[in-house]
């Protein structure tokens, strides 16, 4: 059942957490996702059989929280993530898996915390303010406010300029990114969100001697198939054995 954190003039933050042995999974969805996603869902149910603490969470404005999405930045939901950890795993060595903007969440809050004993980017997506803006849509943004394009579900896809402003602030892939554990990162080859390119700038970028780049051949961006999940499941198990 979801569960709300209240915070003290923060919007709640709904959640769902499973007691167990450590290290606390930590699960981050992408922009505009939320926890209950089949990687998310199918990650927790795999804990439970294994008796594995498990944390996910929604962001302010995604999922079952409160708060409006176009009030998001990358820093606010850095807080809402620093917040869950908090609340519910607040000693002892975290896993956090990230899913595309979730990824370039869980490189920050590593790079925050000190305890974080591993990393899993699934088609991880830090510094996309940067690489996937262009001239024309910096442009728009500083002259609207906002952009809005066709999404994936029906519902249009909008990136607000605090949004941007706030990826920029948090750029990573420039310089080396001092998390030295363990980090696997699992990307399709036919991703058209996140160019493989990406996977392999972070790679080279990260301070860690132990990082796995593993490329699905026919795998997209969202690495949602059973076999994906399947990986995903036995990469997650073996970082925690």
């Known amino acids: 059942m979801t569960a709300y954190l209240t915070r003290p003039d923060k919007p709640a933050l709904a959640y769902r957490y499973r007691p167990g042995r450590g290290p606390t999974i930590v699960f981050l969805p992408g922009y505009r996702s939320d926890m209950e996603g089949g990687k998310a869902t199918a990650l927790d149910a795999w804990a439970g059989r294994t008796g594995r603490a498990m944390l996910r969470l929604d962001y302010v404005g995604c999922g079952a929280s409160e708060g409006d999405f176009e009030d998001g930045t990358l820093d606010l939901w850095l807080g809402d993530v620093l917040d869950a950890v908090d609340a519910f795993a607040p000693t002892g060595p975290l896993v956090i898996v990230g899913s595309s903007m979730g990824g370039w969440l869980a490189l920050l809050a ?132």
């Open 110 to 241: 590593a790079l925050r915390l000190g305890r974080v004993q591993a990393l899993v980017g699934i088609a991880a997506a830090p510094d996309f303010t940067d690489w996937d803006f262009d001239d024309d849509k910096r442009a728009l943004l500083a002259a609207d406010g906002r952009i809005e394009e066709p999404g994936d579900y029906g519902e249009p896809h909008v990136t607000t300029h605090g949004f941007w402003q706030s990826g920029q602030a948090n750029l990573l892939l420039n310089d080396e990114i001092n998390f030295s554990g363990p980090v696997r990162l699992l990307h399709g080859q036919m991703d058209d969100v996140v160019p493989v390119s990406i996977a392999l700038r972070l790679s080279r970028a990260l301070r860690s001697a132990d990082v796995q780049t593993i490329l699905i051949k026919d795998g997209d961006h969202r690495l949602s198939r059973d076999a994906d999940i399947a990986l995903l499941i036995a990469t997650v198990g073996a970082l925690l054995e």
